[in-house]
């Protein structure tokens, strides 16, 4: 190409003709009636989001102290004497961190075993179906569910154990537990959405040089679909922080954390506390402990945590629709330190 | 080879009939004043160490209850490349699919006859250890999405004895993997990165990548399945010079709708219609003197 040949400039101004706006005057009638009430109902679903968002941010930032993040809750009548949510958040962090580090392998084999294997056929529908009850199922149902299986004397080790010998049956990790099933759901779909959608040929390239369906699975399926195992299991902890019901039933309400027994990780696993929901739940008019205000903060914090969890996964979602490179920060949120990723 | 520079200008002996181009698929990479030409041809043959590898003995196959493939038998030798040709749903790449039991992934696969590798059934290996030895590389590129050099350690094949995860690069899989890039005419054109994603590599590249992979394994039958269809004519060429230049070192059986690319690359013809194995023969016999009716037809684009 010679260098001095003038390369067309492109046309500017009113030269370029844009497509006009669409003219809704030209429709039936009913097909605008039902286009402006869209409108409508997005506009709603804005201004009550939006109103809820403003809401607790208000009341949330002016009850809200940094010392009611550092300290534990006290039982007290008078609101500037009983402490601030130190328990509840950790709390909140332990049951969704006992509730994903259940869920999220089970949820993967799951999808895996239904995606790639289906085998038998019957089988497969029937854990379909079984997903769907559980994700159809009311948290409380789960909960009475759960309270009845971790009362169980021989599941005693799991809880507290009465001097009767009677079992609690409550505890963080029976309210982990039993999150984790509300979380399941999430990531079993997340996860089979996230295999429907890589191509066959990728597949069958694996199978052509040799490698196992297992192997396929392990190393070039599940790479390739951890941005959606990492918003199932987002989406999965949202979930599981903002559930009061089953908190209330299987870990009590209690104001601060109770270990039981001394052996240190079991201790706080036996133990129960309080999370932010039923921090807020107790401390909201409806509840016991007469502090409505630091349930406005409470409950913002929270709102922050679920908000975040959910910019997270809008990141994470984005970021797996790019051409992946590799760095550090690809491998760490990739979650390739984990073993069975590489 | 430098991709960018096209090869010389040469009239294919087989283009005499105008109308043979009308009956290539559109985009099959056929461009006839800059395709490369008899200079892969004039290389050939290299019949002293030709040797059989697979045997083709009277298969039948069917998906359900539709045979796709007649009765067919044939040799594959190593020392050359044996084309399939035919039109689309002919069987020729149930047919090649058959030969690493990839066929079996769909449901309701059949079949009759029998087929051998250096002498034994390949029903009797093990499936996946057959695939190790019979690879192949698809009409689609389909690199997976992780580095070069993952892509191609993928195929290498698992030691088993030393027990334990392997190691991620040690001296020995770092060699076979440039290696196989070598082979594949790729190295390179990818050298200074192999931990770029393979995903960003050219059509091409993908291609040439894939080829690497499955020559990783360090496969006796190589399967190509319309290997250039979705390539340009530059790639092309690089590719089809590729498989000439890999005949000596592992049997190749391709799969085309392109009938200059297989007068171009092969050394044995088959054509195949409705299932059935026409003609088999030299590609000179298959192009030049085709004895059958409906050889001549096809390879004058009367149906296609």
């Known amino acids: 190409m010679a260098a001095t040949e003038l390369a067309p400039a492109p046309p500017s101004g009113s030269v370029i003709a844009r497509a006009p706006r669409e003219r ?100 497969a529908r029937a854990v379909e179906s079984a997903i769907e009850i559980i994700s159809g199922a009311p948290s409380v149902v789960l909960a009475l569910f759960g309270l009845l299986i971790f009362a169980q004397s021989f599941l005693g080790f799991l809880s507290q154990r009465a001097a009767t010998g009677a079992v609690y049956g409550r505890s963080f990790f029976a309210a982990g537990a039993v999150m984790s099933v509300l979380a399941l759901p999430l990531i079993v779909s997340s996860a089979r959405e996230g295999f429907a959608q890589l191509p066959d040929r990728l597949r069958e390239a694996s199978y052509a040089l040799g490698r196992t369906r297992a ?62 929901t039923s921090y807020v739940y107790e401390n909201s008019p409806a509840g016991e402990g007469l502090a409505p205000q630091k349930a406005y903060a409470a409950a913002f914090v929270l709102l922050l945590i679920v908000l975040a969890l959910n910019a997270f996964v809008t990141w994470l979602t984005n970021r797996g629709a790019q051409p992946r490179e590799r760095g550090r920060a690809y491998r760490l949120l990739r979650f390739e330190w984990i073993p069975w990723t590489r | 080879m430098d991709p960018m520079m096209p090869p010389p200008v040469r009239r294919i002996a087989v283009d005499r009939d105008p109308y043979v181009a009308p009956a290539q698929p559109a985009g099959n990479g056929h461009a006839p004043a800059a395709a490369p030409s008899t200079r892969l041809r004039a290389a050939r043959p290299i019949a002293a160490q030709v040797r059989e590898r697979m045997r083709i003995e ?12 007649r009765d067919v038998s044939l040799p594959v030798r190593q020392g050359e490349v044996l084309a399939m040709i035919g039109a689309s749903g002919s069987g020729k790449t149930t047919l090649l699919r058959s030969l690493n039991r990839l066929t079996e992934i769909t449901t309701g696969a059949a079949r009759s006859g029998r087929i051998t590798l250096d002498g034994t059934d390949i029903h009797e290996l093990e499936v996946n250890e057959l695939r190790r030895h019979v690879t192949m590389v698809f009409q689609q590129p389909n690199p997976f999405p992780m580095s070069i050099f993952d892509n191609v350690a993928y195929a290498l094949a698992e030691r088993p004895g030393r027990g334990g995860r392997r190691r991620r690069r040690s001296a020995e899989i770092e060699r076979a993997v440039t290696d196989a890039l070598h082979r594949a005419g790729l190295y390179d054109e990818v050298a200074g990165d192999l931990d770029r994603s393979a995903l960003r590599l050219s059509g ?49 059986v391709i799969v085309t709708h392109n009938l ?45």
């Open chain 1, 24 to 123: 809704t005057s030209a429709w039936p009638l009913i097909d605008r009636i039902g286009y402006y009430m869209c409108w409508a109902v997005g506009i709603g679903l804005c201004l009550i989001a939006l109103a809820i968002v403003l809401f607790m941010f208000v009341k949330g930032i002016s009850y809200l102290r940094p010392s009611l993040l550092l300290h534990s809750p006290a039982p007290s009548v008078v609101q500037s004497q009983s402490g601030g949510f130190l328990d509840p958040i950790e709390g909140t962090l332990l049951v969704a961190a006992i509730g994903t580090v259940l869920a999220a392998p089970l949820g993967v084999a799951i999808a895996a075993w239904l995606s790639e294997y289906r085998r038998p056929a019957w089988l």
């Open chain 1, 215 to 276: 192997t396929t699975i392990r190393r070039v399926l599940l790479p390739a679909i951890r941005p959606d195992i990492a918003t199932g299991t987002a989406l999965g902890m949202g979930r599981i922080v903002g559930d009061t019901a089953i908190i209330t039933i299987l870990l009590g309400a209690g104001l601060t954390i109770q270990p039981v027994g001394h052996t240190p990780v079991s201790s706080l696993l036996r133990g129960t506390g309080p999370t932010l």
């Open chain 2, 58 to 69: 009277s298969l039948w196959l069917a998906y359900g209850e539709n045979w796709v493939v």
């Open chain 2, 204 to 252: 091409g590249q993908q291609q040439r990548l894939c080829i690497a992979r499955a020559l990783a394994a360090e496969p006796e039958v190589l399967l190509l399945d319309e290997p250039c269809s979705a390539l340009d004519p530059i790639s092309t060429a690089t590719i089809e010079e590729l498989i000439v230049s890999l005949r000596e070192s592992v049997a190749i």
């Open chain 2, 260 to 304: 200059q690319q297989a007068f171009r690359v092969a050394d044995h013809v088959a054509f195949m219609h409705l299932g059935e194995l026409v003609e088999y023969g030299t590609s000179e016999q298959v192009f030049d003197r085709p004895a059958m009716q409906r050889t001549r037809d096809y390879i004058s684009g009367a149906f296609g």
